[in-house]
């Protein structure tokens, strides 16, 4: 029997699952809106090196990554720097985004993967409630298992009938609207060259800039859509703080989205499975993606090579969904009541959290086996007195914290429950209470 596969869109994830489907022995086409030569974006990313072993690639050659800098983060007065110690054997890497997918493509073409580049995909081609194939520019092409890797805005997601039960967009606080450009450098650094600062410019978001030897790389991301004048604001503080940014842009200069959610409440339907940003596998607080997308291409190859009857179905895709969320996704989801925290502190209330050590340097310490809450959340028993100390007297942020705390263990109590079997009305109820207690807590 042909074993054949369709991944829609070259997203990270279904390049890594069609290489390790097509060394199975599948037959495996990615349609890919963008040409070869202008995969991803122009510039540099940052992942746990890990993944790509996963993946069944070693690192890449040595003039082709480095290790990830400490990162110093700064509230909004600015008053007090929390600066990252990240072990050093616990450090992601980071690479040119051409040259993550230079090594996933030149792979997966040595696998046997055939990619349709220059090829944008239009939506899905249902029978009934099933994914048969996938519409494109070049015609309609069909198989039984279909790999949404097409990103956040997927269309293939999007085009689902409602009764496949998947979300269709990220929803409010579920993305970032974010600008990155470099710029050359025009002054001397001394320390610290990796900056993230919160609220800049008053804006509910963050900002980055990162001096490297030659050029400041800057981003600038928010939940709402960014003007040019909201742009020219936050670069103007960024600059002032930064005057070793220049004004001559060398890269990027593009407006992109990051998914900065829990993940996606039903991942698969019957020929279905969404990977990747389709999926919202982000790391909610930081919007990394690219590990948790190669670590879910594996999961996602295992289910597919284990259902021997090709079948495909929800009952036998669910698996993936249950592999994801017990490895990634139910530390994941909590991370996303964080999140939403973060939405709802003022300026000046993350300022006192920083100022007065509740809101460590610990805290942000994120290595590159960072998983979820635990790992971002680290506090050591001895900096509770203090904790507890600035806290006391601020009952505001208090009953903030509170109903964080509250969301957290619904959260965490219901991914725990997801059900261990695909059985839709089960599965439906699970998901549904899933998204309510995001939509409850954003709302509040
Ligand atoms: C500014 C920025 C910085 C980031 N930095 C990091 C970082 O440092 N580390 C990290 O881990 N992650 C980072 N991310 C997140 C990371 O890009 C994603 O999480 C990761 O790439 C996984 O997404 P993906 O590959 O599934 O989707 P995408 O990267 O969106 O890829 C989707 C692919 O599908 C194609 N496609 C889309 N629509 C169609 C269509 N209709 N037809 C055909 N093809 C289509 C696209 O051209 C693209 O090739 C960053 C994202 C942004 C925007």
């Known amino acids: 029997m042909v074993k054949k596969i369709i991944v829609a869109g070259g997203g990270h994830g279904g390049i890594a699952a069609a290489a390790l489907l097509a060394a199975n022995g599948f037959d495996v086409t990615v349609y890919e809106k963008n040409k070869r030569d202008n995969m991803g974006y122009d510039w540099t990313d940052i992942f746990a090196p890990d993944a790509l072993e996963r993946v069944g690639l070693g690192l890449p050659p040595e003039d082709k990554y480095e290790y990830k800098k400490n990162m110093t983060f700064y509230g909004p007065s600015a008053n007090t720097p929390l600066r990252q110690d990240v072990a050093e054997d616990n450090l992601e890497i980071k690479m040119e985004r051409s040259d993550i997918y230079e090594m996933l493509i030149a792979h997966a073409e040595k696998k046997g993967v055939h990619f349709e580049f220059g090829c944008e995909v239009y939506g899905p081609i249902m029978s009934g409630n099933r994914v048969v194939g996938i519409q494109t520019e070049n015609g309609d092409f069909y198989a039984p298992m279909i790999i949404d890797a097409c990103g956040i ?132 607080v930081i919007g990394s993606g690219i590990a948790n997308s190669l670590k879910a291409a594996r999961m996602l190859a295992d289910t597919i090579i284990e259902d021997e009857d090709r079948v495909y179905s929800c009952e036998t895709l669910w698996k993936y969904q249950l592999r994801y969320y017990k490895a990634l996704g139910a530390g994941l989801a909590p991370l996303a009541c964080v999140k939403l925290l973060l939405t709802k502190l003022t300026p000046e209330q993350l300022d006192y959290l920083i100022d007065n050590h509740v809101l460590t340097a610990d805290d942000l310490t994120i290595g590159a086996d960072a ?64 998204c309510r207690i995001f939509r409850n807590y954003c709302q509040q």
Request: net charge positive; proline share 7%.
């Open 371 to 434: 998983t979820g809450l635990g790992d971002f959340l680290s506090m050591s028993p001895a900096s509770l007195p203090d904790r507890i100390k600035g806290l006391a007297k601020r009952p505001d942020i208090i009953k903030k914290l509170l109903s964080c705390g509250k969301t957290l263990v619904q959260v965490v109590a219901h991914t725990t429950a997801l059900p261990a079997h695909w059985e839709r009305r089960k599965v439906f109820a699970w998901a549904a209470n899933y």
């Open 153 to 284: 805005d997927s269309p293939v997601r999007r085009r689902l009938p409602a009764a496949c039960g998947i979300e269709k967009a990220p929803g409010r606080f579920g993305k970032f609207i974010v600008y990155r450009a470099f710029y050359d450098k025009v002054g001397k650094i001394v320390d610290d060259p990796y900056r993230v600062y919160f609220f800049p410019a008053g804006r509910k978001g963050i900002g980055w800039v990162a001096t490297e030897e030659d050029t400041t790389d800057m981003l600038i991301g928010c939940f709402d859509e960014l003007s040019e004048n909201d742009i020219a604001e936050v670069s103007a503080e960024l600059r002032a703080k930064n005057p070793q940014m220049g004004n001559k842009i060398l890269r990027g200069d593009a407006i992109v989205k990051i998914p900065v959610r829990q993940p996606l409440a039903v991942m698969i339907a019957d020929g279905y499975a969404a990977i990747g940003d389709s999926a919202f596998m982000t790391v909610p």
